[in-house]
């Protein structure tokens, strides 16, 4: 009895971690999303951008004498800053502009922009792994001793708590401000919203600031948590934090963290009972049985917009 509490409560950590790479990710997906009815296929690369001035920012601020915690702090301001400046820009001069033409504009430019960033941060690391010493190191909390004893990693602890203080500011901001309002009243209907004096360029822009940022954070945990990232980190998890918010339903923020938390509990399952060799073609064959047999995802909302014409 007590090796399966052990075991269970092992794997619910487990579970929790790779959570924490992709709530944040798939949320923000849905974010955007909800806004510019557009998949938005760049968000592993602002991840990986985040992920690269975290390791950046840690290392200089651990040379500087910082202890680890606030070193950690420190790259997780600098790595959303970062993103959500590159966010801003890109809808500026890019994606908001491209709102106007066709879908397959949009993610044909996704895709260019994308392969810009990765091979802007490929020349930059001279294509190698950019390593960061090991933060908060020896340091663990026991939940559980004797004779099956389970402990949680400082590093690990932080990235959860981080990624779960990120999705309640998000609710806050959703919720309790302006920005929310106007938020959901452009995800409703972006022409009426304009007719009735929402400035919908600038809700735009705000959105991808705050998604780009909350992507960093998927970045951060990355390389927090594993000590290391390189241009190319931030593919597989943009794909399957895109995957997640599919499998939540388009545009809704609540399916997208649960389409998240869905995922990270099959990858768990599917690594205890099979290996991992093949994990990510099962999670993958499972989603996609779950799209084909409930298309509008676990939500069951749909999402649709309002006429505009």
Known sequence: MEHEAA?????????AQLASFYAPLAVAFALIHAITRRVFLSFG??????SFAA?????GRMLQGDSDLTAALISLVAAAACAGALGQTAARHIFAPLMKTSSLAFMIA?????????????????SRDIWLPPLLQGE???????????????????SIAVSIFTLLGLWALLRLTRFGRNWQACSQNLALARLCGVNTERVILQT????????????WNLSIIYGVTNFSSGMMLGF????AAVAGGFGNVRGALFGALFLSAAEVLWSASFGTTYRDVGVFVIIILILLLR???????AATRESET
């Open 295 to 301: 298309p509008e995802g676990f939500s069951g909302l």
């Open 240 to 243: 399957k934090a895109m995957f």
């Open 45 to 50: 690369e602002f991840a990986m951008f985040g």
């Open 208 to 219: 991808f600031v705050v998604g780009t940022a909350m992507a960093a954070v998927s970045g």
């Open 110 to 126: 996704c895709v260019g922009f994308s392969i810009f960033i990765e091979e802007l941060m490929r020349l930059t690391s001279e």
């Open 7 to 15: 075991y269970a409560l092992q794997q619910f950590l487990n579970m």
């Open 55 to 59: 390791v950046y920012v840690a290392f």
């Open 140 to 158: 663990r909390l026991s939940l559980l001793s004797g004779s099956y004893p389970v402990a949680l990693i400082a590093t690990k602890g932080l």
